[in-house]
C-alpha cells in the first residue's frame, strides 16, 4: 500500500524559513515524479515545484528562487525548503507522485499525502 506523509509545516513569520518533507512507502521511490502543491482556502490547488527521477526540477515562477526541492533516495523522501516566506505562501501544502508525470495538473497524478499547512504571518 502506497503512503505519503508531509511534515515540517507550522506558522513562522514573513521573511522566515521552513523545510517541508514527503516520506514514501509502498513502491519502488527512486522510479517516481514527485511534485508538491499548495491549497489555499477558497482556490484551487496549485504547482509548487516538482523534482524528477534524473533530478531535474521545475519550479512556479511565484516560488522561483525561493523554494528548493531535493529528494534522498534512500530515505524516500522529499523536500522542500522554502525560504523568504511571504503570507501568500500560506496554505495547505501536499505532496504527490507520478511514475511518468511531473507537470502542473494536479488530476495526472496518481497518489497523494494528506498534507501540511503551511502559515506565514506578516
Known amino acids: 500500500q502506497v503512503q505519503l506523509v508531509e511534515s515540517g509545516g507550522g506558522l513562522v513569520q514573513a521573511g522566515g524559513s521552513l523545510r517541508l518533507a514527503c516520506a514514501a512507502s509502498g513502491l519502488t521511490f527512486s522510479s517516481y515524479q514527485v511534485s508538491w502543491f499548495r491549497q489555499a482556502p477558497g482556490k484551487e490547488r496549485e504547482f509548487v515545484a516538482a523534482?524528477?527521477?534524473?533530478?531535474?526540477?521545475d519550479y512556479a515562477d511565484s516560488v522561483k528562487g525561493r523554494f528548493t526541492i531535493s529528494r534522498d533516495s534512500a530515505r524516500k523522501t522529499v523536500y522542500l525548503q522554502m525560504d523568504s516566506l511571504k503570507p501568500e505562501d500560506t496554505a495547505g501544502y501536499f505532496c504527490a507522485l507520478d511514475r511518468y508525470y511531473s507537470g502542473n495538473s494536479p488530476r495526472q497524478y496518481d497518489y497523494w499525502g494528506q498534507g501540511t499547512q503551511v502559515t506565514v504571518s506578516s
Open positions: 523534482i524528477r527521477w534524473s533530478r531535474s526540477t
